[in-house]
C-alpha cells in the first residue's frame, strides 16, 4: 500500500481537515488545526507531504520520527499540528485497513465510554447558571467555563466577586457532586491567579484550568500549594519534551494535550503515559471537529488515566456548523448520562461526508480569536 495524495478542506466554523488516499482505496482523515491558524497548518502539511507521497502509510512510528525530527527545526504549534493531522489519519488508513478500531491497535481498550462534559458561558461568562440546568437537563455531570472577562495583572476585587457569584449560581442551582471546571484561560496573571484560587476553594471545582499560562509554569510551584483544587494545564504544550517539567515538576494535577496539537495520537499517547508515571490525570482538549473527537476517544479508551473528556457540541464557536455536520454516522458519538461510548468502527469510527466538506471548503473561514484591550489601551489576554 502507498499514500498517493494528502488534501486539506477549510471548513467552517474554524476546522481544517485532512484527507490521505492510498493505491488501494483505503483513505484516512485527521483534523490539522491551530484555531486562528488553519491555512498556515495546512500549508505546512503540504510541506509535509513531499515526503509521505509513495511511502507505506502502516509505518506510522517511522514517518512521525522523520517528519519530526527531518526537517531539523522541531516542535511547536504549527508543525505539531500538521504533525498530528497526518498521524491521526495514518491510525485511520491502518485501522480500516485491518478492519479494527485504532483502540484495538494501541492494545486494547480498558474502558467502555468516558465521562464529558460541555461548554456553557462564552467569551465574557454570563447566565452561567441557566445555561449549566441546560447541560444538566441533556445530560451531561459536567460543564466547563471562562472564569473572567479580561483582568489585568492587578485588578478589582469586582472582578473577583464576579467571578465567585457565577460559580456559586451553578452550585447553588446543581448542588455539590455536579463537575465545574473553572478555565482561567491564560487572561489572568499570577498575582490575581493567587486571589482567584483561594476565593474559589469553596465552591468544590472539578478542576482550576490555566491559571496562569504555560510559559509562566514556575508560578505554581507557589501557586498549588495555597490551593487544594485540581490544577489542569497542557492545551499549549506539544510534545512529551514541552510536558517533561511540568511532569517533573509535580504543580499539576491534570494534563490536558491536545491530539489536534500535540503530534497526534503516537505522541499524545506516550504523553499519557508519561503522566500516568507521574500519577497525573489526563483529560484531553477538544474544542474542535468530529475528527479531533473521534481521536480523543480512540486515546480515551486506552490511557488508564483519562477521566473525562472535552467536547465541542454546542459551543459558542460554532456558529456556522456544529459538531455533528459533517459526519454519516453521527450515531457514533453516543451521548447518555454524562458519558459517551467509545467508537467501534474500524479506525477512527467517524464516517466523514467528503460531499459536504467539500461543499463547505468552498466557503471556508478565516476565524481569528478576538483581540481584547484593557481600559487603558494596553493588550488584554483572551
Not at 477549510?10 to 481544517?16: A, E, L, M, S
Not at 503530534?263 to 508519561?274: L, P
Not at 454546542?314 to 447518555?336: C, K, M, R, W
Not at 459536504?356 to 481600559?375: C, I, K, L, T
Amino acid at each position: 500500500m502507498k499514500i498517493t495524495r494528502l488534501e486539506t478542506f477549510i471548513v467552517p466554523p474554524r476546522w481544517c481537515f485532512l484527507k490521505i488516499e492510498t493505491d488501494e482505496g483505503i483513505t484516512g482523515w485527521g483534523e490539522p488545526v491551530v484555531e486562528g491558524r488553519a491555512h498556515t497548518v495546512a500549508a505546512a502539511v503540504d510541506e509535509l507531504s513531499d515526503y509521505l507521497v509513495g511511502k507505506d502509510p502502516r509505518h506510522i512510528e517511522d514517518h512521525w520520527t522523520v517528519l519530526y525530527r527531518g526537517g531539523f527545526y522541531r516542535g511547536g504549534a504549527i508543525h505539531m499540528s500538521a504533525l498530528a493531522g497526518i498521524d491521526q489519519a495514518l491510525w485511520d488508513i491502518k485501522g480500516k485497513a485491518l478492519g479494527v478500531p485504532v483502540h484495538e491497535l494501541l492494545g486494547g481498550a480498558v474502558r467502555d465510554s468516558i465521562r464529558v462534559y460541555s461548554w456553557i458561558g462564552g467569551d465574557r461568562p454570563g447566565d452561567v447558571a441557566g445555561a449549566a440546568k441546560e447541560r444538566a437537563e441533556l445530560g451531561f455531570s459536567a460543564i466547563k467555563m471562562n472564569a473572567s472577562e479580561e483582568m489585568q495583572f492587578i485588578d478589582s476585587y469586582r472582578k473577583v466577586d464576579g467571578v465567585i457569584e457565577n460559580v456559586a449560581a451553578i452550585r447553588e442551582a446543581l448542588g455539590p457532586n455536579f463537575g465545574i471546571g473553572v478555565d482561567f484561560h491564560g487572561r489572568v496573571h499570577k498575582p490575581m491567579a493567587k486571589v482567584l484560587m483561594k476565593e474559589l476553594e469553596p465552591y468544590r471545582l472539578m478542576f482550576i484550568e490555566e491559571p496562569v499560562l504555560s510559559e509562566h509554569y514556575e508560578a505554581l510551584k507557589e501557586l498549588a500549594p495555597q490551593c487544594n483544587t485540581p490544577i489542569a494545564l497542557g492545551e499549549r504544550l506539544f510534545s512529551r519534551w514541552d510536558f517533561k517539567q511540568v511532569l517533573a515538576g509535580g504543580y499539576v494535577d491534570i494534563i490536558q494535550p491536545d491530539p489536534s496539537h500535540s503530534g497526534g495520537i503516537t505522541e499524545t499517547r506516550k504523553i499519557a503515559s508519561m503522566a500516568e508515571a507521574y500519577d497525573t490525570a489526563l483529560a484531553l482538549h477538544c474544542p474542535l471537529g468530529p475528527i479531533a473527537l473521534a481521536v480523543n476517544l480512540q486515546l480515551d479508551a486506552n490511557c488508564y488515566n483519562a477521566f473525562i473528556q472535552e467536547q465541542s457540541l454546542g459551543i459558542h464557536y460554532n456558529q456556522s456548523n456544529d459538531l455533528l455536520d459533517y459526519v454519516n454516522n453521527p450515531e457514533v458519538f453516543d451521548y447518555s448520562d454524562g458519558y459517551v461510548k467509545i467508537p467501534q468502527g474500524p479506525g477512527l469510527g467517524v464516517e466523514i461526508n467528503e460531499a459536504y466538506v467539500r461543499e463547505r471548503a468552498e466557503v471556508g473561514h478565516r476565524w481569528r480569536n478576538p483581540v481584547w484591550r484593557h481600559r487603558d489601551g494596553s493588550f488584554a489576554e483572551w
